[in-house]
């Protein structure tokens, strides 16, 4: 188990949790020392200052969506609870919330807060049977109260149906994933624009962003997978959905097969 998870879990036992949207997250900080206070941080979306006396969680008043604001402060509560000191500051900008870096103090922190506001048996529970695509995503968010990105990279390690993500900045592709044994390989992109007829190509060529009931977009295998020579793409059933931050110009495409 990662140490963000088991801290997580840690301090859910000991202050009684089990279903994290039953308590408020700053009184859960407040409880463990910090003192939370909401100011314009510029390009930082959350900060912790560890003092010789207090310790101070500074969330930015200008993140818009509350959800995403839950997610910032329960990766401050990880850094509170795993990182004590160590460095004295920590700020946190997009960079450092993005879930594809590894093996440091912000994947911990950023897997800290996944397990804290999406613990993985309600998670689960709250899959179970159902049918993937842009509304379950949407109401797994709504159920957890926490970003739809957070819950796309949830779903990818612990959802029922294997999905595959493609994360692109500024018009190139930065980072993907695919589940272990996927059956199918990736072309990889990294560092170069998405593929052409993908939904994210849309977003970054035409501006194009689907309203929510088109957002589940069908494409071929072969836009985002290698295609054998005896493949047929008419064969396949893929979708891509698109989350996208206009503000940040990134697009973190969901990829994935129906199979009946
Ligand atoms: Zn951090």
């Known amino acids: 188990m990662s140490k963000g998870k088991i801290a997580a879990q840690k301090l859910m036992n000991e202050c009684g949790i089990d279903d994290p949207t039953e308590f408020p997250l700053d009184l859960i900080a407040f409880g463990r020392g910090a003192t939370i206070i909401e100011k314009p941080l510029g390009n930082s979306e959350g900060?912790?200052?560890?003092?010789?006396?207090?310790?101070?969680?500074t969330i930015n008043s200008d993140i818009h969506y509350?959800?995403?604001?839950?997610?910032?402060?329960?990766?401050?509560?990880?850094?509170?609870?795993?990182?004590?000191?160590?460095?004295?500051?920590?700020?946190?900008?997009?960079?450092?919330?993005?879930?594809?870096?590894?093996?440091?103090?912000?994947?911990?922190?950023?897997?800290?807060?996944?397990?804290l506001l999406m613990p993985e048996s309600l998670f689960k529970k709250e899959c179970k049977g159902k049918k993937f695509g842009p509304d379950l995503i949407r109401s797994l968010a709504e159920r957890f109260q926490t970003s739809i990105t957070s819950?796309?990279?949830?779903?990818?390690?612990?959802?029922?149906?294997?999905?595959?993500?493609?994360?692109?900045?500024?018009?190139?592709?930065?980072?993907?994933k695919r589940p272990d044994n996927y059956p199918?390989?990736?072309?990889?992109?990294?560092?170069?624009?998405?593929p052409d007829d993908s939904v994210a190509a849309e977003f970054f060529d035409k501006q194009k962003i689907y309203p929510k009931e088109q957002s589940k977009q069908q494409i071929w295998k072969s836009t985002w997978f290698v295609l054998h020579d005896r493949e047929n793409d008419n064969d396949f059933k893929f979708y891509e959905y698109c989350i996208i931050t206009p503000a940040y110009n990134t697009v973190l495409s969901i990829v994935w097969e129906e199979i009946k």
Not at 66 to 95: C, W, Y
Not at 103 to 115: K, L
Not at 154 to 167: A, N, S, W
Not at 186 to 194: E, S, Y
Request: include cysteine.
């Open 47 to 57: 900060r912790i200052v560890f003092g010789k006396k207090k310790t101070i969680i």
């Open 66 to 115: 509350p959800s995403k604001k839950r997610f910032v402060l329960a990766h401050e509560i990880g850094h509170l609870e795993m990182h004590r000191n160590q460095p004295l500051i920590h700020n946190d900008t997009d960079a450092t919330l993005e879930y594809f870096k590894s093996g440091n103090q912000e994947t911990e922190a950023n897997e800290f807060a996944s397990e």
């Open 151 to 176: 819950v796309a990279y949830r779903y990818f390690e612990i959802g029922d149906h294997p999905i595959c993500l493609f994360y692109t900045l500024n018009n190139k592709v930065q980072y993907w």
């Open 184 to 194: 199918y390989f990736i072309i990889d992109r990294t560092k170069l624009a998405p």
